[in-house]
C-alpha cells in the first residue's frame, strides 16, 4: 500500500470517527482501511491507533504521527495543480461553542459554500475546548482571552457578558442597580450543577468580583435559559451575540451595564503549519471581514440597550 494513501486514510478516520467512514470516502473497503493503519504502524515500529466500542483514539505516538500527516498531506494539496489554477476545493474542519456556531458561523459557512461548491465543510459544534490536532480540526472560533501557543489567532471583535431581563419581568420587580441587588430576584442560570451560580462584575478599572446569586431556574442550554427570560421568568446571564436581536426588538433590556466584566475576544484559531493552504486562507478571508460587520453590529446594538 502508498504511504501517502495510507496516510490520507488515517487522518480520515480520524476525522471521520471510523475506519469505515474513512473508506466509504476513498470508495474502498473497511479492510483497506484496517491495512492502512496496520501499515502505517508496522512502518512506526509502536502502535498508533486504539480501536474500541467507543471508537478511534490516538495513542500518544499517534498523535505525534498524526500532526505530521497532516502537515505532509496539507503541503502536498498546496502544490497540485488545481490550487494553483486558484480552485478551492477540499474537507475543512471547523469548530465553535454551539450557540456562537448556529447565530455566527453556519449562516456564514452557506455563503462560503455558495462561493466554492467544490468544498466540504464539517462543524463540530461543542462547548467545550477541542483539541485541534487530536480531533483534526483546522480552524476553531474561539471566544476567550487566549493563552500563548503555537496556533495563530486572527481577532476579529468582541462580545460581553451582560444581564438582562424582559420589559414585563423589570416592570413587575424593581430593576436592579448594583449586583446587590441581584439578591431580591429570580435569576436564571445556564448550568443545572446547582440552585447557585457565581456571576462576575466590574468593581473598578482593573479588578472584578464574583458575586453569587440564587438560581430558581438551571439550565444547560444557554438558549433555553434566554427563552425563559423572555417569558419573563426573570434575569438571565448570556454572551452579547446571543441576545442581540432581542435587545433590539425591545423583547429584552440590559441591566447592570455599568458592571459588566471586561469584553472577550472573538478570534479565529488555526494551526502555522497549515497557513499556506488555498483553504484555509480562502476562509479566514472570506470570514474574517463577516464576522468584524456582525460583531460591530452588535456592540452597536448592546451599547443602545441599557434599561434605565
Same mark, same amino acid.
Given at each position: 500500500m502508498d504511504r501517502l494513501d495510507a496516510m490520507a486514510m488515517v487522518v480520515a478516520a480520524i476525522d471521520e470517527g471510523s475506519l469505515a467512514a474513512a473508506a466509504r470516502r476513498f470508495g474502498r473497503s473497511a479492510a483497506a482501511a484496517t491495512r492502512a493503519i496496520a501499515f502505517l504502524e508496522a512502518a512506526a515500529g509502536e502502535t498508533l491507533l486504539l480501536r474500541s466500542t467507543r471508537g478511534l483514539r490516538l495513542t500518544e505516538a499517534g498523535e505525534r504521527h498524526i500532526a505530521v500527516w497532516r502537515e505532509v498531506?496539507?503541503?502536498?494539496?498546496?502544490?497540485r495543480p488545481e490550487r494553483n489554477a486558484g480552485i478551492v476545493a477540499g474537507t475543512l474542519v471547523l469548530t465553535a461553542p454551539e450557540l456562537f456556531g448556529r447565530l455566527q458561523l453556519v449562516p456564514l459557512l452557506e455563503s462560503f459554500l455558495e462561493k466554492h461548491p467544490r468544498?466540504?465543510?464539517?462543524?463540530?459544534?461543542?462547548?467545550?475546548?477541542?483539541d485541534m490536532v487530536g480531533e483534526g480540526v483546522d480552524i476553531a472560533i474561539r471566544l476567550a482571552?487566549?493563552?500563548?501557543?503555537?496556533?495563530?489567532?486572527?481577532?476579529?471583535?468582541? #462580545?460581553?457578558? #451582560?444581564? @438582562?431581563?424582559?420589559?414585563?419581568?423589570?416592570?413587575?420587580?424593581?430593576?436592579?442597580?448594583?449586583?446587590?441587588?441581584?439578591?431580591?430576584?429570580? @435569576?436564571i442560570g445556564l448550568s443545572a450543577d446547582a440552585n447557585q451560580e457565581l456571576w462576575t462584575f466590574r468593581t473598578?478599572?482593573?479588578?472584578?468580583?464574583?458575586?453569587? #446569586?440564587?438560581?430558581?431556574?438551571?439550565i444547560t442550554s444557554a438558549g433555553a435559559g434566554i427563552d425563559a427570560a423572555l417569558r419573563g421568568q426573570g434575569l438571565v446571564r448570556a454572551r452579547s451575540y446571543q441576545v442581540a436581536d432581542q435587545l433590539a426588538a425591545g423583547r429584552l433590556q440590559r441591566v447592570l451595564a455599568d458592571f459588566e466584566p471586561p469584553a472577550i475576544?472573538?478570534?479565529?484559531?488555526?494551526?502555522?503549519t497549515?497557513?499556506?493552504?488555498?483553504?484555509?486562507?480562502?476562509?479566514?478571508?472570506?470570514?474574517?471581514?463577516?464576522f468584524r460587520r456582525e460583531l460591530a453590529r452588535i456592540a452597536t446594538i448592546t451599547d443602545g440597550s441599557v434599561a434605565s
Open positions: 498531506l496539507a503541503r502536498l494539496d498546496e502544490v468544498v466540504q465543510v464539517r462543524a463540530l459544534l461543542l462547548n467545550r475546548v477541542v482571552h487566549l493563552e500563548e501557543s503555537s496556533l495563530v489567532a486572527i481577532k476579529v471583535g468582541e #462580545v460581553r457578558q #451582560v444581564v @438582562c431581563a424582559s420589559p414585563d419581568y423589570l416592570e413587575r420587580r424593581r430593576t436592579p442597580q448594583t449586583p446587590a441587588d441581584l439578591s431580591d430576584h429570580l @435569576c473598578s478599572a482593573t479588578r472584578t468580583r464574583a458575586v453569587q #446569586v440564587r438560581t430558581a431556574l438551571s475576544p472573538v478570534s479565529i484559531v488555526f494551526r502555522p497549515l497557513q499556506r493552504q488555498t483553504l484555509m486562507r480562502s476562509f479566514v478571508d472570506h470570514a474574517a471581514p463577516v
